[in-house]
């Protein structure tokens, strides 16, 4: 049984999905590797041929999340055209989905205390989901006067800390994370607003 991870697929997969487990169960700190070999079923001896340490598996981990990230926001931009600003609202929606269907990656990525500079795969990812809010970033800006523009680089971030914010406090399930919006109307209201400060959405009537 020690073996069986190993012997029948990809080890170091079966490692990372293990993690992923104790990650959403426990925390990122809160078990050693030892005991991730032992979720998936291997000898902490087999782990070092395919993870220098806990940091480098959880690296992995970030990694994987970045990649899955990157997809779901990419999928959600194309979905939401031929309108910019339906493309925009629905990258947001799909950071909230993104953080509830997959814990264990969105914890990794954020809460882990890995660097995206653990490694340059890691960055490649990073680098890439960062490119979707920028992408529609820099279209929404094309609509703003010269020289009422801001950077495409301070919108897309106020927009992702605008997602992120709202994913720590009220779409976690976290105990008196309670808010009396759900965190999607939150989280679109927050945006109109950002947007028509900038003058991209006329006020109301």
């Given at each position: 049984?020690?073996?069986?991870?190993?012997?029948?697929?990809?080890?170091?997969?079966?490692?990372?999905?293990?993690?992923?487990?104790?990650?959403?169960?426990?925390?990122?700190?809160?078990?050693?590797?030892?005991?991730?070999?032992?979720?998936?079923?291997?000898?902490?001896?087999?782990?070092?041929?395919?993870?220098?340490?806990?940091?480098?598996?959880?690296?992995?981990?970030?990694?994987?999340?970045?990649?899955?990230?990157?997809?779901?926001?990419?999928?959600?931009?194309?979905?939401?055209?031929?309108?910019?600003?339906?493309?925009?609202?629905?990258?947001?929606?799909a950071y909230l989905a993104f953080a509830r269907k997959f814990p264990g990656h969105y914890i990794a990525m954020f809460e882990s205390g890995v660097s995206t500079n653990a490694s340059p795969g890691l960055a490649r990812a990073a680098d890439r989901a960062r490119a979707v809010f920028a992408k529609s970033a820099e279209a929404l800006c094309q609509?703003?006067?010269?020289?009422?523009?801001?950077?495409?680089?301070?919108?897309?971030?106020?927009?992702?800390?605008?997602?992120?914010?709202?994913?720590?406090?009220?779409?976690?399930?976290?105990?008196?994370?309670?808010?009396?919006?759900?965190?999607?109307?939150?989280?679109?209201?927050?945006?109109?607003?950002?947007?028509?400060?900038?003058?991209?959405?006329?006020?109301?009537?």
């Amino acid at each position: 049984m020690a073996k069986q991870g190993y012997h029948h697929g990809n080890l170091r997969q079966a490692l990372v999905d293990a993690a992923l487990d104790l990650i959403e169960s426990r925390g990122p700190q809160a078990f050693t590797l030892s005991e991730a070999a032992k979720a998936a079923g291997v000898t902490p001896a087999a782990v070092y041929r395919h993870f220098a340490g806990k940091d480098e598996l959880m690296a992995e981990c970030a990694r994987q999340g970045y990649e899955i990230f990157a997809d779901v926001m990419d999928h959600a931009f194309d979905e939401g055209r031929p309108s910019i600003l339906a493309a925009f609202e629905a990258t947001g929606r799909a950071y909230l989905a993104f953080a509830r269907k997959f814990p264990g990656h969105y914890i990794a990525m954020f809460e882990s205390g890995v660097s995206t500079n653990a490694s340059p795969g890691l960055a490649r990812a990073a680098d890439r989901a960062r490119a979707v809010f920028a992408k529609s970033a820099e279209a929404l800006c094309q609509h703003i006067p010269a020289g009422r523009r801001p950077p495409s680089a301070m919108f897309s971030a106020h927009v992702w800390a605008m997602s992120h914010g709202i994913v720590e406090l009220y779409a976690r399930g976290a105990p008196g994370a309670r808010s009396p919006y759900a965190p999607e109307d939150l989280l679109e209201s927050g945006i109109l607003i950002y947007l028509r400060g900038l003058g991209l959405i006329p006020p109301d009537s």
